[in-house]
């Protein structure tokens, strides 16, 4: 029972860091994509932690929180349709252990998601931005490109979280 106590308050800490972090990002322009990406960083720490539901519990209770209570929804939304729920997806396709599939699932992933973001903007904001639809196939490669880095980038950081964090306490 102490040991879920203790699980349970390490995923509510994770969640209120991320919610912190998305509001800071709605209320700091100059640093929004990277703290919201930084906050998709806490649902890797839940899955590392407790595993693929404390992954997904921190990243509902923090997207749903977020989309309730922070003024300006745009980080919120992209952490529940992205960066909050994209280490949850990672976790899941890199189990099976084959690069190839692995790489074509995650852009896949990718692709999917900025299309609903591109049909979401369209739905929305259409009349504003005629002319960025024209350019979508060079934000899907360049997108493609960018995530790429970013996948590759986080998983480095998952290992050195692993290596060096993860392992001291449970040394303790």
């Known amino acids: 029972m102490k040991m879920r106590a203790k699980k349970l308050a390490r995923l ?48 509902a209770a923090a997207g749903a929180v977020s989309l309730i209570l922070i003024p300006s929804k745009d980080s919120a939304i992209l952490y529940t349709v992205f960066f909050g729920i994209y280490p949850v997806v990672k976790s899941l396709i890199e189990r099976l252990g084959k690069i190839w599939l692995e790489w074509i699932l995650k852009l896949a992933f990718f692709a999917g998601m900025l299309t609903v973001c591109t049909l979401v903007f369209r739905e929305f904001f259409a009349a504003y931005a005629t002319g960025i639809f024209s350019l979508l196939t060079v934000v899907y490669l360049l997108g493609a490109a960018v995530f790429v880095i970013y996948d590759i980038g986080f998983s480095k950081l998952i290992a050195y979280y692993m290596s060096r964090i993860a392992n001291r306490g449970k040394k303790n």
């Not at 800071?24 to 906050?39: F, N």
């Open 12 to 59: 509510s800490l994770m969640t209120a860091v991320s919610f912190v972090l998305l509001y800071l990002a709605s209320v700091i322009p100059s640093g929004k994509l990277a703290l919201t990406a930084i906050a998709g960083m806490t649902t890797a720490l839940g899955v590392i932690e407790s595993g693929l539901t404390g992954g997904f519990l921190v990243w």
